[in-house]
């Protein structure tokens, strides 16, 4: 079925047992909230450590900065590689295939943040000590 008709007939889309009337609803299921965009935006191109994004994302809880990884894991969108051959612990997070299919729509989002910071707002510098 081609988009124009999928768009005619005006379908519901389930995703995790939700429905949603809208395909942006249906994709905000999986990638909304203040942190899961930003998590990703981290990920693109890139493998990340637990500590490397907590250092890498500043405001970001432990907590919250766990239970958004497990949901993206849950999701498809990030994949978690244990390494335990030898200690410590070592985990890694990674786009998964499908993750990857955002990194356009991500880096669109972050240039048009940096559009809208020059346009209605300002950057500002921390002080060099």
């Not at 990030?78 to 890694?92: A, D, H, Q, Y």
């Not at 880096?107 to 300002?122: Q, S, Y």
């Amino acid at each position: 079925m081609d988009r124009k008709e999928l768009f005619e007939r005006k379908p519901k889309i389930k995703i995790n047992d939700k429905i949603s009337f809208c395909p942006t609803s249906a994709a905000m299921e999986l990638i909304g909230g203040k942190w899961k965009s930003v998590i990703l935006t981290h990920l693109i191109g890139d493998k990340k450590r637990y500590n490397e994004l907590r250092k890498e994302i500043p405001g970001i809880t432990e907590r919250t900065l766990s239970l958004q990884l497990k949901q993206l894991e849950a999701d498809g969108i990030v994949n978690r590689k244990v390494f335990t051959k030898k200690p410590p612990l070592k985990v890694e997070y990674t786009l998964t295939e499908f993750g990857q299919t955002l990194a356009p729509i991500l880096n669109l989002i972050v240039e048009w943040g940096l559009h809208a910071a020059e346009t209605k707002g300002e950057f500002l510098f921390e002080e060099e000590s």
